[in-house]
T-cell receptor, first 117, second 119 residues
Framework: DAGVIQSPRHEVTEMGQEVTLRCKPI?????LFWYRQTMMRGLELLIY????????DSGMPEDRFSAKMPNASFSTLKIQPSEPRDSAVYFC???????????????FGSGTQLSVL | AQKVTQAQTEISVVEKEDVTLDCVYE???????LFWYKQPPSGELVFLIR??????QNEISGRYSWNFQKSTSSFNFTITASQVVDSAVYFC????????????????FGQGTILTVHP
């Protein structure tokens, strides 16, 4: 079975450019999460969706960041305009959330390494 | 507020040594989940274990074992007879209803412990 698929693996862009990160969750999973990993702040949750609906976006740093999940098999995280401090590894994760935590665990993608110059 | 503290930033051991990674957590919830994830040099995050707050039994899986003690709010991870392939960053994480939302996938991570196992 394919795991969580993220693209691109690496992205190098210049300050001010728009960046779009993509994620395909595991088929059948109904929750999707975007995490960011930096040396300074470690791993932090940006936003998560349940059944394609954004539930909690309190971790989104500012209005330059937006995330969408148009269907159960695809999500994007967009940064516009990008800044050097956005450089990080962005992880997408998915899980099956039956509203009881019995079996819920996160499956992570391989991440997108973003460098904003 | 929820918090996870991994006091050891880096640990270096020689192969076949036992090593324990410490994790201390803070939460005001009585129901919560604790996790350990492994991040090898390739970068992905690999799930190792989930433990709920009502189950304080220690768990062993091969060379891995976990010691959960509610009294000290700790969830320590021990690797017995370490191997070079165990070299990775290990993250402890916490999830609870206080974090909000409907999902226990909303995790608060510790800063991670870099484990290096030398041959």
């Amino acid at each position: 079975d394919a795991g969580v698929i993220q693209s691109p693996r690496h992205e190098v862009t210049e300050m001010g450019q728009e960046v779009t990160l993509r994620c395909k969750p595991i088929s059948g999973h109904n929750s999707l999460f975007w995490y960011r990993q930096t040396m300074m702040r470690g791993l932090e949750l940006l936003i998560y969706f349940n059944n394609n609906v954004p539930i909690d976006d309190s971790g989104m740093p500012e209005d330059r960041f937006s995330a969408k999940m148009p269907n159960a098999s695809f999500s994007t995280l967009k940064i516009q305009p990008s800044e050097p401090r956005d450089s990080a590894v962005y992880f997408c994760a998915s899980s099956f959330n039956p509203l009881t935590p019995t079996n819920e665990k996160l499956f992570f993608g391989s991440g997108t390494q973003l460098s904003v110059l | 507020a929820q918090k996870v503290t991994q006091a050891q930033t880096e640990i270096s051991v020689v192969e076949k040594e036992d090593v324990t990674l410490d994790c201390v957590y803070e939460t005001r919830d009585t129901t919560y989940y604790l996790f350990w994830y492994k991040q090898p040099p390739s970068g992905e995050l690999v799930f190792l274990i989930r433990r709920n707050s009502f189950d304080e039994q220690n768990e062993i899986s091969g060379r891995y074992s976990w010691n959960f003690q509610k009294s000290t709010s700790s969830f320590n991870f021990t690797i017995t007879a370490s191997q070079v392939v165990d070299s990775a960053v290990y993250f402890c994480a916490l999830s609870s209803p206080h974090a909000g939302g409907t999902s226990y996938g909303k995790l608060t991570f510790g800063q991670g412990t870099i484990l290096t196992v030398h041959p």
